[in-house]
Nanobody
Framework: VQLVESGGGLVQPGGSLRLSCAASGFTFSNYDMSWYRQAPGKERELVARIRSAGGSTNYADSIKGRFTISRDNAKNTVYLQMNSLKPEDTAVYYC????????WGQGTQVTVSS
């Protein structure tokens, strides 16, 4: 099983990034997919989730209206489009798959700074 995140980097406040998480080794379409983040000195928190069935989504209040989670089951990939980024969005972002088991990616750093 692998979850490989990409798309992180350094961006100025107000900028955008799109994170991708490519999954392999399990039946992607059967799993709820989520993005979590962890800032230095803070606990890991849920950012967004997209369900396996129906594709309904949930978002943390802190990012509502700015981030959008989506999935492409044909490509076994989940995305996180992040707009209007703020310095407080700086964190390591992790991809998570939840279903019969839970899997985590290795994380990708997002730094929002001028």
């Amino acid at each position: 099983v692998q979850l490989v995140e990409s798309g992180g980097g350094l961006v100025q406040p107000g900028g955008s990034l799109r994170l991708s998480c490519a999954a392999s080794g399990f039946t992607f379409s059967n799993y709820d997919m989520s993005w979590y983040r962890q800032a230095p000195g803070k606990e890991r928190e849920l950012v967004a989730r997209i369900r396996s069935a129906g594709g309904s989504t949930n978002y943390a209040d802190s990012i509502k209206g700015r981030f959008t989670i989506s999935r492409d089951n044909a490509k076994n990939t989940v995305y996180l489009q992040m707009n209007s980024l703020k310095p407080e969005d700086t964190a390591v972002y992790y991809c998570n798959a939840s279903g019969w088991r839970r899997y985590w990616g290795q994380g990708t750093q997002v730094t929002v700074s001028s």
